[in-house]
Nanobody, 124 residues
């Protein structure tokens, strides 16, 4: 089993910054993607940022609404993904979830694992 533990959420004023972390533990053979999603009240969960593993360190993609403000990064040695969020806006308020797509061994299929979610509130 793989467990994801998130940290770093909280209350911040507009224009402020927060850094989210998501650390994976358990049996991991390979990680294909590491991503951040968010869900605001009454809205569907949406992709915020994702790292796709591959040559040259992989690639990253961002939702248009966060481009230029958020940065996703990873620490392979720690199986951890980060989301640096700058210039936060009230519309960024949501529960943020991390998701890893993982194979637990060489013969296993890829599986999705989600973190428990962390609240980010942007308000004055």
């Amino acid at each position: 089993q793989v467990r994801l533990v998130e940290s770093g959420g909280g209350l911040v004023q507009p224009g402020g910054s927060l850094r989210l972390s998501c650390a994976a533990s358990g049996s991991i053979f390979s990680i294909y993607t590491m991503g951040w999603y968010r869900q605001a009240p009454g809205k569907l969960r949406e992709l915020v940022a994702i790292i796709i593993s591959g040559g040259s360190g992989g690639s990253t993609n961002y939702a248009d609404s966060v481009k230029g403000r958020f940065t996703i990064s990873r620490d392979n040695a720690k199986n951890t993904v980060y989301l640096q969020m700058n210039s936060l806006k009230p519309e960024d308020t949501a529960v943020y979830y991390c998701k890893f797509v993982v194979r637990q061994n060489q013969k296993a299929l890829r599986q999705n694992y989600w973190g428990q979610g962390t609240q980010v509130t942007v308000s004055s």
